[in-house]
């Protein structure tokens, strides 16, 4: 999300057979190429919490059923993603990131023309099965693109496009689906998607450097005990995020009893938060080990408790759902910089298990919420879930892997 949280993984990749001059023709066009992907991902995914309200009309199901599609989506990162990642090892990453783009077109078209809420869940996976890998690899092509020394910060533009998606991409795809139908949402992001594969198509650089690794390398990473409790930590931690987001559409119009022109106002709030926060938690992972992490977790249960409280008052829904995106974003980059450390030996596959973490937040946080929801507590009570998730992710951080040493950054023979 920032330069720091993905050095460790850059680094690594350029210890590996970055050479001092690349040949590319045009870094900036290269760069741009792989943000307009992540866009058009980002907004496929936190669209979908825009447009749940639809969805589950116009396929006659209950918003609580209908949150299945974000928790596929989710799983679809947590399990397709390494999985692809794992099998797509050797080869060359500007092929895998083409071959990532076209199935992610797949998803999203089959998506737009799902006849009922089983194949749209279904549909949402496949989608979903793309993101981690296409932002594992593309970190490497990045790190590629900008030489030694400058990967990371060559991924935190790549990361900008998910940026840009939070505060554009997600509140527009909402207001196109509110006014032509939620399956408007999904052909916007195909569209965006065709444009980001004919940039990858003409921009990616063309080498042999960019040739995959060992499969034995990439699973080393998988033997850290310290890889796992930061994957839980993030799981855990952040699901409070989409315990919020998933549902800001209730928010507004139910507990807030507001009209529903209002959601991709909420939805861009939040994106800014995200935004600022990412800023914000940048710096604080370049200067702190532990404190961007701590400081993030504990600063959502203040506004995760404020929504619970007084969040059907509009004046302190909108304020604080700026303070739930900014705070938890505050806490990724500590997260990311935490978990690449002590796998830097496996930088494509430790990409994709990043995603995979905070897509298994996405899924806890909308199943939590959707526990709270039916057991008849109230729209406002899904913050609740998250509270209690995120309690325990910062306990177990503290209690394990808060003094924990990072791993060498291994060097090419």
């Not at 006849?115 to 594992?136: D, E, K, M, T």
């Amino acid at each position: 999300m920032h330069q720091r949280a993905y050095e460790a993984q850059c680094t690594a990749e350029e210890n590996r057979r970055t050479p001092e001059s690349p040949s590319v023709g045009n870094p900036r066009l290269a760069l741009f190429a792989l943000a307009l992907g992540t866009f058009a991902i980002g907004t496929g995914e936190f669209g979908s919490n825009g447009v749940i309200q639809l969805f589950a009309a116009d396929l006659d199901v209950s918003i609580p059923a209908a949150t299945y599609a974000i928790t596929a989506y989710a799983v679809g990162v947590i399990i397709g993603s390494p999985l692809i990642t794992l099998l797509a090892a050797r080869a060359n990453r500007r092929t895998l990131l083409l071959g990532l783009i076209a199935l992610f077109l797949v998803g999203n078209g089959l998506s737009a023309v799902a006849p009922n809420i089983a194949l749209l869940v279904l549909f949402r996976f496949v989608a979903g099965s793309v993101q981690g890998a296409f932002f594992g690899a593309g970190a490497v092509v990045a790190a590629y693109v900008y030489g030694p020394g400058r990967g990371g910060k060559a991924f935190a533009t790549v990361m900008g496009g998910l940026t840009v998606a939070t505060i554009a991409g997600s509140p527009l795809g909402t207001l196109v689906g509110q006014h032509a139908g939620w399956r408007a949402l999904y052909w916007a992001v195909v569209a965006v998607g065709l444009l980001a594969g004919t940039a990858l198509v003409a921009w990616l650089p063309r080498t042999d450097d960019l040739r995959g690794g060992s499969v034995a390398d990439e699973l080393a990473g998988l033997r850290r005990l310290n890889v796992w409790l930061m994957v839980t930590v993030a799981a855990l931690g952040i699901s409070s995020i989409f315990a919020v987001y998933t549902f800001i559409g209730p928010f507004v119009t139910d507990a807030a009893r507001r009209d529903d022109s209002l959601i991709p106002v909420a939805l861009a709030i939040f994106g800014l938060g995200m935004a600022v926060g990412n800023n914000l938690g940048g710096r604080i992972a370049d200067r702190y080990e532990n404190r961007g992490l701590l400081w993030g977790y504990g600063g959502v249960l203040v506004f995760l408790t404020l929504i619970g409280v007084a969040g059907d008052d509009l004046v302190v829904l909108l304020p604080c759902l700026f303070g739930v995106g900014a705070t938890m974003m505050a806490a990724i980059p500590t997260i990311q910089v935490r978990l690449t450390s002590f796998a830097p030996d496996a930088p494509t596959l430790m990409g994709a298990l990043n995603l995979a973490a905070l897509n298994l937040a996405n899924s806890l946080g909308a199943i939590g919420g959707a526990v709270a929801l039916d057991a008849g507590w109230g729209t406002l009570s899904t913050v609740w879930a998250g509270f209690v998730l995120t309690t325990a992710g910062l306990f177990l951080y503290a209690a394990t892997v808060a003094r924990a040493k990072p791993v060498p950054v291994p060097r090419s023979a």
